[in-house]
């Protein structure tokens, strides 16, 4: 993220740096008024049905968005408007982890319907915002960058984030949240945080 994204007209660009039959590395800039405001960079692997499996030891299963209570009003805000939340593990209005469905309301560009690997980037955004530990009215904690790390590739509907941010004491902190959708475990996300005091 290098600058807030406008509610309007923004420059797509997008390019293949490195190209290979197993192993792709692609990239896109988001520009508005001439000024870059946000990268991506994504490896893009090969995949075989055929390929070994095997369980995710350690990851534990979570309930489904079916399971839920919906959050809608702890997230008072546009992007919280702009989604649907299920909330089954933690709360939305008390610090600490929480575990939360998310899927958008509407899609973000019009008549087009975002594949699973786009809403699952919009939902884990939410991560540090859903496992909060500081007071919003008091502090900030911005994520500078989403990283996002998928075993495999997610299905279309709810993206289930297991969420918990930790602060380190000198003004930064990291959320770090495992990736469900309806077949249970499917990748992680990490944000870098900078916290600071609201003036």
């Known amino acids: 993220f290098l600058g807030p994204v406008p509610v309007g007209a923004v420059d797509v660009a997008a390019a293949v740096e490195r190209d290979g039959r197993s192993v792709q590395l692609l990239s896109g800039e988001l520009s508005a008024a001439g000024r870059p405001v946000l990268r991506a960079r994504a490896w893009v692997l090969r995949t075989d049905d055929a390929g070994p499996t095997a369980g995710a030891t350690g990851v534990a299963a979570i309930p489904g968005p079916d399971a839920g209570v919906a959050d809608a009003a702890e997230f008072d805000f546009g992007y919280g408007h702009a989604m ?26 019009p008549d087009e319907q975002p594949a699973p690997e786009q809403v699952t980037a919009l939902a884990a955004d939410a991560g540090s ?5 500081l007071p919003w009215d008091r502090w ?60």
Do not use: Y
């Not at 089954?88 to 560009?109: K, N, Q």
């Not at 915002?129 to 530990?133: A, D, F, K, L, T």
């Not at 770090?176 to 992680?188: K, P, S």
């Open 84 to 109: 649907q939340w299920r909330t089954v593990g933690g709360r939305a209005d008390r610090p600490g982890p929480a575990t939360v469905w998310a899927r958008p309301r509407l899609p973000l560009v």
């Open 140 to 199: 900030s904690f911005v994520n500078v960058d989403l990283d996002l790390s998928f075993a495999r590739r997610p299905i279309d509907g709810w993206v289930g984030m297991a969420a918990r941010t930790t602060m380190a004491g000198d003004g930064t902190g990291q959320c770090r949240t495992v990736l469900h959708d309806g077949d249970g475990w499917f990748g992680q996300s990490v944000q870098s945080l900078l916290v600071a005091p609201r003036e």
């Open 129 to 133: 915002g859903v496992s909060w530990e």
